[in-house]
């Protein structure tokens, strides 16, 4: 039975336009230029950054007159319908209840009828429609969608002269909220990003849960509006970019330019970008992600792997290093271990300099410094310092090492060489002190909890313990991860555990646990009936789907499933099947790698992994060199 868990340590608004209006004398102007007609009473309420898009709405009659006013408050079905109804009719769309055959008990408004009947909404359930209930926005995006298909040919026309190919409005934006989109509105979503339409919130989230105001559906309805022959008016988000080519196959995609394991000499790389257009490192530069200025270069290949070289955007080398592993790269730092020494050291882009030496990371931005032992008391004494060597505790509070500490929303535990324990908060303030059994040993903290072993038996027994609570739940083995959770073993069972201690989900007679990478996720595989089965567990316990491990085709780490933060989940089948699925468990596509080859040879191999929100595969044969390489979108286009 193995012990198998990967534990890794480690506003803007969608319908808003941020412009404000343009006052000159007396006369307040449209964006074109003509005198406005609407008064300054009807906006009233309007937040700035909309009222440009509000007033041109109201001009072009997209805006009941029940709608011009209350701009902040959250929209109600009903009152969408409404804006639904206007803007077809601007479109020239004979747009009228007609075939009586659309009933809800709780409205009898002609919009909601009309929108109903002509497939752009539908009821809650028992025949009503719940007018009065406000709108979220991945239900206001599949509306809009849905009226746009419904009044025009825009789409149609699109996917048309699309053919087969994905382009332009089928290639999804990688939301970092993307885990929580629903997949009935996941298409939908894209397309309205593409078209400018309703873009997403702060920090690269959609929100998908969020309501939905007043002024932000007259601005997408204003937006919607000019997709049909006037889309330069929209603010079109700029494209997506993803690496192409060969060097696709090495490339790491941790959400920043981690290293990349490939010999510089031979690296040439392409991209290609959500339209579909293709460019050469030459005119996009040679470090992926593209808002990233380095990248990292395995350049002394053998039997003592390591030494990485640092490149810019250019290819030019700026910093060679003696490290055997880089642990990340950012815009200032580079972080990793030194090959020869197994220190970890901390270098500075800005004057390629060292910045800290023999450090571990705690994560946040925080390092924990080492120093010698003390002499008298066998004690090795540590400071904290921040990436910048600024001193969070000073080795002179006496704080020693003892296990691997980790910082976890901002604190973080230290042991004390007089044989307390600190709750510390990452501006080095002590929260709470305490103290417990003189045999346990620390072995891990993530936050405020801890992992001790107690040392006093033949056997040693693990207590995941709750520092601010002193509560603790004794185990035979307990792990830590990144998400202040736990996995925790006893006998042949595993438990994985809440920050608070309580079981999440009991794995039963288990295989192996890997808690996924900065995703609410686990991959529990364990027996059910003598079958092994590889199971996805969300942030609540739930099973969001079961397959049989026996069906996932074998990988270069074993039988895998593959996750990225935009919520789409795959793996690939034991005959060449690749199978796309959400983080609710929903299936979205599936693409038979047999029927895909037309080429006749034999699949030797197949292997994917996720790249900006799409699928990446590279598809081997036997007795040839050659390969196929390209991207399949969540909903199985190729790409």
């Known amino acids: ?43 009233n309420g309007v937040s700035d950054w909309a009222e440009n898009e509000v007033r041109e709405a109201i001009e072009k009659g997209l805006v009941p007159e029940i709608l011009q006013k209350d701009y902040t408050k959250n929209i109600t079905r009903e009152e969408f319908c409404g804006l639904c109804a206007a803007v077809l009719k601007a479109w020239g769309n004979d747009f009228n209840y007609k075939n009586g055959t659309i009933i809800f008990s709780d409205t009898n408004n002609k919009d909601v009828l009309a929108c109903a009947e002509k497939g752009i909404v539908s009821g809650v359930g028992d025949g009503k429609f719940a ?35 994905a382009v332009d409005c089928c290639i999804p934006h990688s939301f970092n909220d993307g885990g929580i989109i629903r997949n009935w ?40 509006f000019n997709c049909y022959g006037n889309m330069a008016e929209n603010p079109i988000p700029e494209v997506d970019y993803y690496p192409y080519g060969s060097y696709a196959d090495s490339y790491i995609d941790y959400g920043m330019a981690d290293a990349v394991f490939y010999d510089k000499k031979d690296y040439h790389t392409e991209y290609i970008d959500s339209g579909g257009k293709k460019y050469t490192e030459k005119e996009k530069g040679y470090v992926y992600p593209l808002n990233m200025p380095w990248s990292a270069f395995l350049t002394n290949v053998g039997p003592e792997v390591g030494g990485f070289s ?47 030496d023999d450090v571990r990371y705690m994560g946040e931005n925080l390092y924990t410094q080492l120093y010698d032992y003390d002499k008298t008391n066998d004690f090795m004494p540590i400071s904290v310092v921040n990436e910048k060597n600024e001193v969070i505790v000073a080795s002179s509070k006496g704080y020693i090492r003892e296990g691997e500490n980790f910082c976890y929303n901002g604190i973080f535990v230290l042991k004390n060489k007089d044989g307390f324990y600190s709750i510390i908060n990452s501006k080095g303030e002590i929260l709470k002190n305490f103290k417990v059994n003189k045999n346990w040993y620390l072995v891990s ?31 035979e083995e307990v792990i830590l991860n990144e998400s202040n959770e736990a996995v925790a073993y006893k006998g042949n069972n595993a438990y ?131 390969c196929d390489r390209f991207y399949i979108t969540p909903y199985g286009k190729i790409f």
């Not at 926005?137 to 699309?162: D, F």
């Open 1 to 43: 039975m193995k012990r198998f868990f990967l534990c890794f340590l480690i506003s803007g608004i969608a319908a808003g336009s941020m412009f404000s209006a343009g006052v000159f004398g007396a006369d307040i102007f449209t964006s074109s230029g003509a005198v406005s007609t609407v008064s300054e009473k009807t906006l």
């Open 131 to 165: 007018p009065n209930n406000p709108i979220k926005r991945q239900e206001a995006a599949r509306m809009l969608y849905n009226t746009l298909n419904t009044g025009t040919a825009v789409i149609m026309e699109k996917h048309s002269r699309a053919g087969d190919s």
């Open 185 to 224: 509105a996941r298409d939908e979503i894209t397309h309205m990003y593409r078209y400018g339409v309703m873009l997403g919130v702060s920090n690269n989230n959609y929100d998908p849960d969020g309501y939905y105001t007043r002024e932000q559906a007259i601005c997408t309805f204003l937006r919607l």
């Open 310 to 356: 640092i490149v810019d955007k250019n290819g030019d080398y700026c910093l060679d290093t003696d490290f055997s592993t880089i642990e990340f790269i950012n815009p200032e730092y580079v972080f990793g271990t030194r090959k020869y020494y197994g220190t970890m050291v901390l270098y500075r882009f800005s004057d390629k300099k060292k910045v800290l």
């Open 445 to 475: 903290s993530v936050g405020s909890n801890i992992r001790f072993d107690d040392m006093s038996n033949n056997e040693i027994d693990s207590t995941f313990y709750r520092a601010f609570s002193e509560k603790s739940f004794k185990y």
């Open 496 to 626: 994985i555990l809440n920050a608070d201690g309580t079981v999440k989900f009991d794995c039963g007679n288990y295989e192996d646990i890997d808690k996924i990478k900065g995703i609410d996720l686990y991959k529990v595989r364990h027996y059910k009936n003598d079958k092994l089965f590889c199971d996805i567990v969300d942030k609540k316990g739930n099973v969001i789907k079961s397959i049989d491990n026996e069906k996932i085709k074998s990988g270069v780490s074993g039988n895998d499933v593959y996750f990225d933060k935009s919520g789409v989940c795959a793996y690939i089948t034991s005959d060449n099947v690749i199978k796309i699925f959400d983080f609710f468990g929903n299936d979205l596509a599936e693409l038979d790698l047999s029927k895909y080859n037309e080429k006749g040879k034999n699949i030797s191999g197949v292997s994917i992994k996720f790249i900006n929100g799409l699928l990446w595969v590279r598809v081997g044969y036997y007795d040839t060199e050659d």
